[in-house]
């Protein structure tokens, strides 16, 4: 199992950037495909997106494409979302999330097995 902790979350303007990190321990990191999702006030936990083992490959969702883009460096077992033109609406608990799935499209929440606790992101208007 792979232990997972995010950073880099807080309170930002509309408009403004945050760079997350997640950064793993406890196995090799660049075995797994890495994952964000987050999870807005009273709503379900989405898919953000995601990279494959070797950061080639990376997907996201509609709502963030063109504005985050996700990363990884491998040498520092990290991976990083990173996150411009911030909206309200991205407004959430952000988790990383680690897979061993090899396809190179992962978004399902089930398709992912280590989990980090969350980081808080709030944009505000």
């Known amino acids: 199992q792979v232990q997972l902790v995010e950073s880099g979350g807080g309170l930002v303007q509309a408009g403004g950037s945050l760079r997350l990190s997640c950064t793993a321990s406890g196995r090799t990191f660049s075995n797994y495909a890495m994952g964000w999702f987050r999870q807005p006030p009273a709503k379900e936990r989405e898919f953000v997106a995601s990279a494959t083992w070797s950061g080639r490959y990376t997907y996201y969702s509609d709502s963030v494409k063109g504005r985050f883009s996700i990363s990884r460096d491998n040498a520092k077992n990290t991976v990083y979302l990173q996150m411009n033109s911030l909206t309200p609406e991205d407004t959430a608990i952000y988790y990383c999330?680690?897979?061993?799935?090899?396809?190179?499209?992962?978004?399902?929440?089930?398709?992912?097995?280590?989990w980090g606790q969350g980081t808080q992101v709030t944009v505000s208007s």
């Open positions: 999330a680690a897979s061993r799935l090899t396809r190179t499209v992962v978004t399902d929440p089930t398709d992912f097995h280590s």
